[in-house]
């Protein structure tokens, strides 16, 4: 009987380590890309080039 309590127990522990862990490591990720801008780093050139290669088409 108490060795599939002892069980239980560990898979319960597994499963909040993990759900912990995945918390810890979305918060810290928010931290560290929250100052940071997306599209630093691209011309205009290169987004204009991958529009059009996505077929969108430029206004007159």
């Known amino acids: 009987m108490s060795v599939m309590n002892a069980g239980r127990f560990h898979l319960r522990s597994l499963l909040l380590g993990i759900g912990i862990g995945i918390i810890i490591t979305s918060i810290a990720s928010l931290i560290y890309l ?3 801008d997306p599209f630093e780093g691209i011309s ?14 430029m206004g007159e």
């Open 44 to 57: 205009d050139e290169q987004v204009i080039a991958r529009a059009e290669k996505l077929g969108m088409v």
């Open 34 to 36: 929250a100052g940071r």
